[in-house]
């Protein structure tokens, strides 16, 4: 099994990785790579277990592309939990995926050649790779009987996305993200914690696809008031330090604050107050670990002109106040 990536980003511009049939290992491995350069900065951990690959990553960026193409079929559990996917085919009748912004898919791909776009300034992932012969481990060798709407397309060789548009990223589903991305167990314990939580992610999805109007559950909007609500999301990323207000967000759009607010809340679960307020509070937090800024520095860079009302709603969010950081970085 081979995969082969090109990219200005790449040394030589180009790297090839090779894993074994099914992605077998026989024993748990974890390697995080430390990256720095042009276009991006920040960690990458690659883990491998009998059978499964993970990827997650914690990434500043600059917008790039990478031609990808892989001499296997793809089965893949993607969760962006912040940034943005794009992967379009070379080949213009096969299927193209968008991953926006705290969105996550699962699909299979029988041949994957073409182009991934990522136009963000930070991506955070949680990627599941796994195979035909994992699912057949997992559920049964019957397991085509059994998600009958994916077997179909495995034995036709045709492309499967579970949700057309790319499903927000529950409350829930965060908790479990975090459990996978955050595990400490030693090496012999996580391999089991992962595999566990892995198998009950993907069998609580996949049982999805058997359910008669499950493809309708995020097909409340049409498309193009789910693409503006995209754009919002992506709006408010980039402002984050200005002052935003609903109607000045409805105006980049074009429609009414009433019509905005209801799609928004479709969408995400949330309200744009709320929703604002987090993506604040974690870019701060950021700025304080990372950047060594103070509190003052990090409030005003999220648009809080006095810091006693970002302290209040720093603390609403997580539960301690911001000075817990700058004493964390007091001991770095």
Known sequence: MKTTLKSAIFDKNILVKSFQKNFKTPNYTEETTEINNNSLKGTQTEICINGLRIIIRDLKTENY????????PLFKLQFEIEGYSHYVPLNSSQTEIFIPDAHYNLFYLPEVNGNLNYKTKSRKTLEILFTEQYLKDIIGSNFKQILHKLGAAIS??????????SKPISIELKKHINQIINCKYPDDLKKAYLEAKINELLIQLLAKTNEEN?????????IEDY???????????????????ITELAATIGVNTSKLKHDFKVIYATTIFKYI?????????????????????????????HSQHFTVAFKKIY??????LTDLNTFK
């Open 319 to 324: 539960g301690y106040l911001p000075s817990k």
């Open 227 to 245: 693409n503006n609500i995209l754009k919002i999301s992506e709006y408010i990323h980039i402002n984050l330090e200005k002052s935003l207000t």
């Open 277 to 305: 307020t987090k993506n604040r509070m974690e870019k701060a937090k950021e700025l304080i670990l990372e950047k060594n800024c103070n509190i003052t520095e990090a409030a005003y860079k999220v648009g809080y002109k």
């Open 214 to 222: 499950y493809e309708k559950e995020n097909s409340l909007l049409p």
């Open 156 to 165: 036709n060789k045709t492309p499967f996305l579970m949700w057309k548009k």
């Open 65 to 72: 592309n990478i031609d990808v193409q892989h001499d296997f």
